[in-house]
């Protein structure tokens, strides 16, 4: 490539490219907090046999799983201001049509992941036998004590591998937040490339740093995973 | 502002229209990746040498890398240098005329030749060695105890596996509209341009992705049925591990990521 890539251009855009790592792991940390709590309730909504709610989750799942993140996220983010403006604008006395883009873009994802954890949880507590729950019962415990204290800490410990993997595919997929004009890792690599007209200096440090820290969240994940196990399951 | 049905169906339709550069990205990509993949799975599981010390090395940097990062980067390397290329080749096509999809389909078969190599990895394992003993015992080739014993019985081991990977195909091909090229989403914005009815076109695009992926999974459920009936009777005969099994759930999860 030659002239195109020039070194020096590089480390001078380096570290303007990657103080905007923020955005992006505050994507993540949002969307996998409310994510998680979203997708126990989801799990639990379908191994429960209630009538209506489960055929609406298992829509809701479908949706999720068939449509591409992209579009759920600009669903949202036409959408719920649509929806909900008149409302909180009433009530809570925010403007939805300012409130930051991000909002919506962890919206979208939280909703995305109570979906994809959900079936992941799913398989965790139905892999939990049912003798735990019996031993909980036999002490007096609630049913919903009974599953919090019992069998949910377990299912935690059987979740860590697809958690990990899951995690690093959300950070992966923060990448599409540039779309919505939010300036993260990408977003600051393209107003780079136009103030400067140099693009592919920042574009490749954006890959750099994806690359670098989906190694290093995998390698944390697998030593959680190797201390968690070496105690036995 | 509300939800306006007409331009909901005048997005749909133009979605519809342009379903098939999208069915075209996902089934040719997933073809050529699976294709691809067997090969790069098999260096690995035999270990040839160096080879298969190069793939494992790209293939565990190149999943670090985001699909949208990737076609953007692909697609500014290929702006930038298509000029001079040109030059040097005499070729006398301007950059305005050619088609970036094929951009996309470089992207798309990259990173999922990795993601399936590993899967057809995973369903290496699950096929015990065994069966490639008894195979050489009759005199049977390396090659031929492939195609004609270890092939045939990774398939059902593979299929939920490649549901998901297809959807996740599907869903990634989404990711072109990101360079211009029109698809689903960018085909049911065209209408959406001249009326601001951005959410309705949207909503069109989802409802065009979920079809298709709901088809893949009725397809699926139903060619899973048919292997499954094959398996339950000779589940004992394959000789696999409970080890295994969970070896290949584990890989499966990483594809439901996917």
Redesign the interface.
Known sequence: MGSYFDFERFLFVFPKVISCIGVNLQIVAVSMFFGTILAVFVALARLKPIPVLREIISVYISFMRGTPLLVQMMIAYYGIPLLLSDVFLNVFGINLNRLDSVIFVEIAIVLNEGAFLGEIFRGAISAIPAVQKEAAYSIGMTGAQSFFRIVLPQSFKLIIPAYGIDLVGVFQNTSLVFTLGIVDLLGKAKTLGAATGHTLEGYISATIIYIALSLILKGFFLTVERKVYSYGV | ???KISAFLESFLSAIKYAHVTIELTAISFVISLFLGLIIATIRHFKVKVLSQIFAAFI??Y????????I??YN??FM??YPDIALKLHINIPISEINPIFIGYFALIMGYTCILSESIRGAYRGVANVQFEAGYSIGMTKLQTLRRIILPQMVPILLPGMQNSL?GL???S??V??ISIIEI?NGALLPSVRYYS??EG??A??LV??I???TI?ILAHYLEGRVGNYNKKSEYKTGRTEESIDRIK?SE??L???
Request: proline share 2%; net charge positive.
């Open positions: 502002m509300v939800f565990t940097i999943m670090g890398l985001p699909m949208m990062v990737a953007v980067l500014l390397i930038t240098c959807i599907l869903k990634a989404n990711l509209s990101a989403m951005y959410l949207y909503v695009a989802a992705y979920w298709i992926g709901a999974e584990r999860e990483k439901w990521q996917a």
